[in-house]
């Protein structure tokens, strides 16, 4: 697949508004949004390319919600996403990696009808290293649009399927800036000359097969045994060239989705015995992903059962997850299920 398919020159908010005046009904508070979280974007995109040089790097003391290490980075681009976000009046509440409990709006601000989760820095493992991280997000709208309320953790529970736009942002040899609102999936490449995203590919498809599998080998030993077992099958070459597979695994999940993206193939954080539900998020990792992947035409289950219609019970539940092309997804399916 090509790397760009554009031969028009389109700015990310004019793309933008241009989507939002195909509804007329659209009251233009959705695109503000969006607006307004490209604006945290290229901070954050910003302060990730001067990581090395500005004491940005290393470790806090603290510990996130989940007893992992929290990078400085991490907490920065969580500040940086709720302070573009908090006084837009397009929220009326927010929920992140980084915080143990719902986000409030604060009260000086109005509350809007939609609500935004998010995962400010992904792969942060990598961030010392120089190697791809990103930011993933999805946005709702509020359960009940007629309140003007603050919004509840309920508002951050829903299933994936009601999703009005997901993406992600990935801060690799460029920044890529890859999102839906239901109707395809564009990619937008950050010009750092002119400081604007513009659409390099519009509407792009994942292969229905592909030839690359990506997962944490290193917990082989405790998989299911139909898990080795598919495995192992990738890795026996057939008479048809279709393998074996290749494996890379970058252990960022939007470097490793966005590779899948592309080439096809695919991406597992399975459940093994000592993560009986996987290790990734479903509300601002996992379903952003499935809508992303589900809309260029892959598949994205747990195993079984569609990610996207499972509804979540709380922030910050794990789930097994397999993404990616849609024979692929179902081919390890059959083997989990026999
Ligand atoms: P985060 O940096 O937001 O905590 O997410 C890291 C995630 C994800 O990006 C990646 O796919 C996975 O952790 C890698 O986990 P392993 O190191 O267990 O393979
Ligand atoms: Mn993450
Ligand atoms: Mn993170």
């Known amino acids: ?20 005046a195909l509804h007329p009904e659209a009251t233009g508070e ?13 901070i954050v995109a910003r302060d990730v390319r001067r ?12 510990t996130n919600v989940h007893g992992e290490n929290v990078k400085r980075l991490d907490i920065h681009a969580n500040e940086v996403i709720f302070r573009s976000m908090d006084h837009g009046g397009h929220l009326c509440v927010m929920a992140s990696e980084e915080a143990e409990s719902i986000i409030p709006i604060p009260d000086e601000y109005r509350k809007g009808k939609y609500v935004l989760v998010f995962d400010p820095l992904d ?39 009601k999703q009005v736009a997901a993406g992600y942002a990935m801060y690799g ?6 999102y839906t609102t239901g109707d395809g999936v ?14 390099t590919f519009e509407k792009i498809r994942i292969p229905e097969r592909g030839k690359i599998y990506s997962v944490n080998s290193g917990n082989a030993h405790k998989w299911s045994p139909g898990l080795r077992e598919y495995v192992t099958h990738l890795l026996r070459p057939s008479d048809d060239g279709c393998r074996p597979y290749s494996l890379r695994y970058v252990g960022t999940m939007v470097a490793d989705i966005h590779r899948t993206l ?73 083997y989990l299920n026999t």
């Open 262 to 334: 592309y080439y096809g193939g695919i991406f597992m954080y399975p459940a093994d015995t000592s993560a009986p539900t996987g290790k990734l998020r479903l509300v601002y990792e996992v379903n952003p992903m499935a809508f992303i992947i589900e809309q260029a035409g892959g598949r994205a289950t747990d195993g079984k059962n569609r990610i996207m219609d499972v509804t979540p019970e709380s922030l910050h539940q794990r789930i097994p997850c397999f993404m990616g092309s849609t024979q692929d997804v179902l081919e390890v399916e059959s």
């Open 173 to 178: 040899s460029s920044t890529q800036f890859v």
């Open 123 to 161: 792969g942060s493992s990598n961030i010392d290293v120089n190697v791809s991280i990103g930011t993933i997000f999805s946005i709702y709208r509020r359960i009940d649009e007629s309140s003007v309320e603050a919004g509840t953790v309920e508002d951050c529970l829903q299933p994936g399927w």
């Open 186 to 199: 564009d990619v937008f490449t950050f010009d750092p000359t002119i400081g604007e995203f513009l659409l």
């Open 30 to 42: 959705f695109s503000r949004l969006l607006r307004d979280f490209m604006l945290a974007l290229r």
């Open 51 to 62: 990581a090395g040089l500005n004491d940005m790097l290393g470790m806090t003391e603290d």
């Open 1 to 20: 697949m090509p790397i760009v398919n554009m031969s028009k020159l389109i700015t990310i908010e004019r793309h933008i508004v241009e989507a939002g």
